[in-house]
């Protein structure tokens, strides 16, 4: 079993738009192999999340990109949703902490349209990766090798398609976090 024991991972939303299950799921993944999630977000009080396009429920913020340093955390995840990736990328904190993570050669796993977010913070040049279908003209475009899989991982990024392949974005995701 995976032992995160000490770790703090980010988990980087906007205000809405976050898909829920891409939220909640890695999030009990990291806190149930001992991990601490953490929920950072454009400001203090409460996100939105989403069952595709429908309200779901509200998750309480923990610490702001302006505030928080990513040097603190271990790794992050950026789940998808439409909305949500969307509104990262126009937030110059949020695209900052993104990109640290990249600067730090740290774990980042994303999934969905999140990738959207890594674009903005102009990391993805020369990785392999996978997204929602719609994202592969925009990866491609910012120097992306985008592939059509279950989940993709290219150095310290991990990358899935949609809700359905948690279960194996989940699995490289801990196994990034907590290398044998």
């Given at each position: 079993?995976?032992?995160?024991?000490?770790?703090?991972?980010?988990?980087?939303?906007?205000?809405?738009?976050?898909?829920?299950?891409?939220?909640?799921?890695?999030?009990?993944?990291?806190?149930?192999?001992?991990?601490?999630?953490?929920?950072?977000?454009?400001?203090?009080?409460?996100?939105?999340?989403?069952?595709?396009?429908?309200?779901?429920?509200?998750?309480?913020?923990?610490?702001?990109?302006?505030?928080?340093?990513?040097?603190?955390?271990?790794?992050?995840?950026?789940?998808?949703?439409?909305?949500?990736?969307?509104?990262?990328?126009?937030?110059?904190?949020?695209?900052?902490?993104?990109?640290?993570?990249?600067?730090?050669?740290?774990?980042?796993?994303?999934?969905?349209?999140?990738?959207?977010?890594?674009?903005?913070?102009?990391?993805?040049?020369?990785?392999?990766?996978?997204?929602?279908?719609?994202?592969?003209?925009?990866?491609?475009?910012?120097?992306?090798?985008?592939?059509?899989?279950?989940?993709?991982v290219d150095g310290n990024l991990?990358?899935?398609r949609k809700p359905d392949d948690?279960?194996?974005?989940?699995?490289?995701?801990?196994?990034?976090?907590?290398?044998?």
């Amino acid at each position: 079993m995976t032992d995160l024991t000490g770790k703090k991972i980010a988990f980087a939303v906007a205000k809405e738009g976050i898909e829920q299950i891409e939220l909640t799921s890695p999030w009990e993944a990291v806190r149930d192999a001992g991990g601490q999630p953490v929920l950072v977000s454009v400001e203090k009080g409460q996100v939105q999340a989403f069952n595709h396009f429908d309200k779901a429920d509200t998750f309480d913020v923990d610490d702001t990109f302006a505030a928080a340093d990513a040097t603190s955390y271990d790794g992050l995840v950026l789940p998808g949703g439409v909305g949500n990736p969307d509104a990262l990328r126009t937030d110059a904190d949020a695209v900052a902490f993104v990109k640290a993570f990249f600067d730090a050669d740290k774990p980042v796993a994303a999934i969905c349209h999140a990738p959207w977010s890594l674009v903005e913070a102009d990391v993805v040049r020369g990785r392999t990766l996978t997204s929602w279908p719609s994202l592969q003209t925009d990866l491609r475009n910012a120097g992306a090798d985008w592939v059509d899989e279950e989940v993709v991982v290219d150095g310290n990024l991990v990358t899935s398609r949609k809700p359905d392949d948690l279960p194996a974005f989940n699995e490289a995701l801990l196994s990034l976090l907590a290398p044998a």
